[in-house]
């Protein structure tokens, strides 16, 4: 034992080569047992080697050498990351052996691994390996790099259903009938992150068959799973599922590479999906879709059915080698869902919502302390913090901005070309900027230019000026990085991109790209002067920008023809200049009337955020009323207009907007007749007046959140005790999402309290606390009492969620603070809690960031920042 146990990449002197996984699970039971059968190639003599276990009890502990002989072999925990080493009786020479294991473990509680659920008296077993847990099921080179296939065996109470990556080939009964053994065909290679089972009272729904195609020459069986009671719910998905499958066979021109697909709801779930390789495992709420359900559970439902389904190419036919490319998978398949939403579900506008998220993404980015695409991996905690949305919509945003410069044709033959050269195998990121690189012709220009956003932090912050002379027009564009206001960053950073501008002249468009590779540079416009221009074309450029100030006039001119995702990015460059100090909280609210009455919803609110930050840290009690007043006379003729009921000429855009409007009037701008109204609705849903009982069927799904939470806010007391009861009965996920945050969002100081414990006991799944605390937290009202509440239920909280979860509550702490004390209140918090916590320091300088930039813009505008536009506009 001389050498120290390797907390990051295992040693390359073992190599598994292929796995046998025998489970015993009985969910009713605490505990199970299993049997693993590693095939591992040492290529040097060796008397020891390393793998990963994490909370499990070896009983035995066996090597079979190539020869047959059985050697002892002794297993002892090295690491609390999960690193254990294997030590041999004597030193065994370069063969392929057998590592045997006998273990048992606990079920883990917090979701990672393979985890128990309870819902009513069922309990539901199920897997998440991803990121690295799969260490808690069973010993194993936990690796991505590290792709064999799997034999897995599951034995189960002969009543429970059983499900694997793949489809079952044997079952036999035990000998007192009471268990079933099952065994599964052999998976094709895949990395220990991919590997899932599940075991309890499923129902099982068979969907429609994946019909074969010029692609893939046999059916594949298509089913969904879901907890006791809830297989009729998923009708819908299912139907949605082959399209989607027949969207990227034709895309990739790579069958889907499994032998079924199953699509499993599981009761409580620590991300949104995990795509293991052929049972896909959800959030139920993701799934469970019928006529209750709102809008945008229908859309969110198909987009990450489409995301999960994308990876069953983009990570589990090629994976990544390493955590430092996991950005690869996760911004492929953002990138893959985008198209195929876009392409299939025209109704649910794929275009704008990736847009949003693009936009979201610049909000995380924006700051000093972003992390890059491509982060180096210096431990563990990289590993778990390498998901978050510069990972996913930033990732992706690229990914469609280099495919958009390059043309779709090339970029989609450099896709085709990297699935098949690395299919069944890895495939890094380096891998795929060659082959962008040689598909598009322009090789080591491309390269440096993806780089260049793969390698760095930040948003490009583009100046652009048209000169016009003798009917010849010139664009100078010059870049530096996008900071906010008082922020100031010594790396000068530098970007190549390609800078797609839009052109107008007498109301003629036209597009011209052009590649800045410089800090400034002048460009020749083809056919000459033009009356206006809009330097982000379609919106799909990774940037920001700032135009010369007769330029933008030019632009403002245009904007109300301008289509919808070039006006989201118009708004996005009035806010983004408010938040850098250049812009006035007044022009900010007078870019609101060029956007509201348009019929696209993402267009319309494009500022409602910017104008909550405005109502919120700005506005005085001598303004906010006139704020309000302006906010309720360009949008409230607009919800009128819409009504409160769906209609049945309702389109997806229809409803959206009507759902975004009452957010914004209800509860920023608090309209009291609608929030009456909506009360009325909540008191209907929850039986307060006919002395009944809860039916959330009772009232207009797209509404039901608002409306429990008016609810909560307007009639107190008898409104949060209908809730509480409710949930205990209620199972439907997504219903019990909005019951929590209609809890959450109380304005009263007891029920607060109330709220806030609550959170703390099994009464909330695991998965279901954000929906609380995030509700809680948003309204300015509750934070002083959350605050004081954290100093002495930390430990409670945190303790409920999974290991790399915890540092949600460093976030929840800092949200909405923006003064100097709060800062330094946080500050000296921080410090004792990040430092313990996966990800926990970046959260924790995030949140200070993002509070010193709201207090600093706060004193730039002034105590008086609205009084002069309140004058003008009384
Ligand atoms: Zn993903």
């Given amino acids: 034992m001389a050498d120290a146990p390797p907390t990051g990449k295992l040693p390359d002197d073992a190599e598994p080569l292929a796995y046998a996984l025998n489970l015993k699970i009985d969910p009713r039971a605490d505990r199970f047992s299993g049997r693993v059968q590693i095939r591992v190639k040492l290529t040097k003599p060796l008397d020891h080697i390393w793998l990963h276990a994490s909370e499990i009890d070896v009983d035995k502990i066996e090597v079979t050498d190539a020869l047959g002989k ?73 690796e991505p790099r590290f792709k064999t296939p799997f034999e897995v065996t599951l034995t189960v109470p002969k009543e429970e259903v059983a499900v694997a990556n793949t ?38 729904v068979d969907g429609p068959t994946i019909a074969a195609n010029s692609v893939r020459k046999q059916p594949t069986a298509l089913r969904g799973i879901a907890p006791r009671g809830a297989g009729p719910q998923l009708k819908w998905i299912l139907q949605q599922t082959p399209p989607i499958i027949a969207y990227y066979e034709n895309y990739t021109q790579q069958p889907y590479p499994f032998d079924k697909l199953d699509l499993l709801g599981a009761p409580d779930f620590s991300a949104g999906a995990m795509e293991n390789a052929g049972l896909i495992v959800f959030r139920d709420a993701l799934l469970r879709i019928d006529a209750n359900s709102t809008a945008s559970t229908y859309r969110t439902g198909f987009n990450v059915n489409a995301h999960e389904i994308a990876h069953q190419w983009f990570g589990d036919l090629v994976t990544v080698p390493w955590w430092n490319d996991i950005w690869l998978n996760e911004a492929f398949a953002t990138w893959a869902q985008g198209k195929a939403t876009v392409d299939l579900k025209p109704d649910f506008q794929g275009d704008l919502s990736r847009l949003e998220g693009t936009l979201g993404a610049m909000r995380s980015d924006s700051l000093l302390s972003a992390r890059k695409i491509r982060q180096p991996i210096l431990s563990n905690d990289d590993i778990q913090t390498a998901f978050d949305g510069i990972t996913y919509q930033k990732g992706a945003a690229v990914l469609r901005m280099f495919e958009e410069w390059l043309g779709e044709t090339n970029y989609r033959q450099a896709m085709r070309n990297y699935l098949r050269a690395h299919a069944l195998g890895s495939g890094s990121s380096d891998d795929l900027i060659a082959s962008i690189a040689a598909a598009s012709g322009k090789g080591e220009t491309v390269e440096a230019a993806m780089r260049s956003f793969l390698d760095q932090p930040g948003i490009p912050f583009l100046h652009t000026k048209l000169g016009c002379k003798d009917g010849k027009a ?17 790396d000068h950073l530098q970007w190549k991109l390609p800078v797609c501008v839009r052109f107008d002249r007498g109301g003629k468009r036209s597009k011209q790209c052009f590649l800045l590779d410089q800090r400034a540079q002048d460009f020749a416009v083809d056919g000459g002067c033009a009356d206006a221009y809009l330097p982000n074309a379609d919106a799909v450029g990774y940037y920001r920008f700032a135009m010369d100030e007769t330029d933008f006039a030019a632009l403002r001119k245009l904007v109300a023809t301008l289509p919808p995702a070039e006006q989201v990015i118009y708004a996005d460059s009035v806010s983004s200049a408010f938040v850098q100090g250049t812009f006035s909280a007044g ?31 700005l506005a005085t009690d001598a303004t906010r009323p006139i704020l309000d007043a302006y906010a309720m006379k360009l949008y409230a003729p607009r919800l009128a207009a819409l009504g409160l009921q769906p209609l049945p000429a309702d389109t997806p855009m229809t409803t959206e907007m009507r759902v975004r409007l009452v957010g914004f009037l209800a509860f920023v701008v608090r309209d009291e007749a609608l929030r009456q109204e909506l009360n009325r609705q909540g008191r209907i849903a929850l039986g307060l007046d006919s002395g009944g009982t809860v039916d959330l069927t009772r009232i207009n799904p797209d509404l039901r959140g608002a409306a429990l939470k008016a609810a909560v806010q307007e009639s107190g007391e008898p409104a949060f005790r209908a809730i509480i009861g409710e949930l205990t009965v209620n199972h439907q996920t997504r219903q019990r999402y909005e019951l929590l945050a209609a809890l959450g969002a109380t304005h ?12 703390t006991t099994p009464a909330v799944a695991v998965g279901e606390i954000a929906s609380l605390y995030s509700s809680h937290v948003a309204e300015s009202e509750n934070r002083g009492a959350f605050w004081q509440w954290m100093q002495t239920h930390y430990d409670p909280l945190a303790g409920r ?32 809690r990040a430092p313990t916590l996966i990800g926990g320091q970046r959260v924790a300088a995030q949140s200070l960031e993002t509070i010193d930039q709201c207090f600093a813009l706060r004193a730039h505008a002034g105590a008086n920042a609205l009084e002069g536009w309140a004058q003008s506009h009384r």
């Fill in 801 to 832: 969620f999974p290991d790399q979860n915890q540092s949600y509550v460093l976030r929840v702490a800092g949200a909405g603070r923006c003064t100097k004390p709060q800062y330094e209140e946080l500050q000296t918090w921080f410090a004792q």
């Fill in 167 to 204: 489809r079952p080939i044997k079952e036999a009964a035990s000998g007192d009938g009471q268990w079933k053994t099952i065994s599964f065909a052999k998976t094709k290679p895949l990395p220990t992150y991919l590997v899932a089972v599940a075991v309890g009272p499923w129902d099982v």
């Fill in 587 to 617: 022009a900010v609210l007078d870019a609101m009337p060029g956007l509201a009455n348009s019929d696209v919803p993402q267009v319309a609110a494009a500022l409602f955020d910017q104008f909550a930050w405005i109502r919120e840290y």
């Fill in 474 to 490: 010139t664009l100078a564009v010059s870049q530096s990085r996008y900071l906010p206001f008082g922020v100031v960053s010594s």
């Fill in 70 to 142: 059985v050697h002892q072999a002794h297993f002892e925990m090295r690491d609390k990351s999960g690193v254990a080493e294997v030590s041999f009786n004597g030193t065994l020479s370069a063969q392929n052996v057998e590592l045997a294991i006998d273990y048992n473990a606990a079920f883990n509680t917090k979701l990672q691994g393979l985890y128990k659920v309870k819902v009513g008296g069922d309990s539901y077993v199920v897997t998440q390996m991803e990121a690295i847990s799969a260490r808690y099921a069973f010993p194993s080179f936990d």
């Fill in 748 to 759: 009263d100081a007891k029920l607060g309290e109330e709220a806030r414990n609550y959170g």
